[in-house]
């Protein structure tokens, strides 16, 4: 297990440049899984929206919440909960699903980790509609903080490379890690702060939203669609979570990145 840097710095290099070719892979995949449909991939968007609107309206009802102000907020949470959830659930299955193309030409790997994120970014442009109409309906207030969604959106994509690379080595290498990780998703999506907010937990819980790495990647998200510039705080767990995770992601495909064709 000599850690070979330079190879894996290179591969991650090679497979951003290769934008032409997993930008067409992100492209045709979601071509292949809305094959002969009517709507295409708008049918996830009508789903959700449909799911938003019921679920909106009746928790509003429910926590005596003016819908105005909490359907934006749940619409916003829950396109950046189905991006992080999406990237994080199809990396574990990256290089299985690339096998024939591993096995059969010498390509960098982590092209298929940039076509992952390039076509849940293109899903989240579809979605983003649902946000549009319902920030309409709750007159959200848009301001200068609203250009934050950028650099939140390139985080998430930043941080998303390296999270598919490591998950899909390690569930080429253990399939079991898979199932795991859609348990932990699971029930990450009821106890991170999506259908409600940090302040409702009281503060002896609050304390734990701090801690959620999870939240701080959709509240750089979610802040700047509802008008409001991210806690200071997010943005500074989300660089010490770029820099560790790359910098962890790297020791670990150095070591092992000519392993995973034998793995698949």
């Known amino acids: 297990m ?117 076509r849940n970014l293109v899903v989240f442009g579809h979605n983003f509609m649902i946000f549009v109409a319902v920030a309409i309906y709750g007159r959200v207030q848009v301001s ?31 399939r079991d890690i898979q199932q795991v990780v859609a348990t932990v998703l699971q029930i990450s999506m009821f106890v991170t702060p999506i259908f409600f907010t940090p302040d409702q937990l009281g503060p002896g819980f609050r304390r734990l939203v701090d801690i959620n790495l999870l939240f701080h990647f959709v509240d750089v998200v979610r802040s700047p669609l509802l008008g409001h510039a991210p806690a200071a705080w997010s943005w500074i767990i989300i660089a010490m979570t770029t820099v560790g995770g790359w910098g962890g992601t790297l020791w670990l495909y150095s070591r092992f990145r000519r392993r995973v064709p034998y793995w698949l």
């Open 2 to 118: 000599i850690p070979q840097y330079d190879v894996a710095v290179a591969d991650f290099a090679d497979g951003l440049a290769a934008w032409r070719m997993w930008g067409r892979l992100g492209w045709q995949e979601i071509r292949r899984r809305y094959r002969r449909t009517v709507f295409g991939p708008f049918w996830t968007s009508l789903s959700l929206g449909v799911f938003i609107f019921v679920l909106g309206f009746v928790w509003a009802r429910l926590w005596n919440q003016d819908p105005k102000a909490y359907l934006p907020f749940l619409c916003a949470g829950m396109l950046t909960w189905n991006l992080v959830q999406a990237i994080i659930s199809e990396g574990c299955m990256v290089f299985i699903a690339g096998e024939s193309f591993v096995k059969q030409m010498p390509f960098p790997y982590t092209m298929l980790s940039w076509s992952i994120v390039w």
């Open 144 to 174: 200068p903080a609203t250009l934050l969604v950028i650099p939140g959106l390139a985080a998430l994509a930043i941080n998303g490379v390296w999270v598919v690379t490591i998950l899909g080595m390690m569930c080429a290498r253990f």
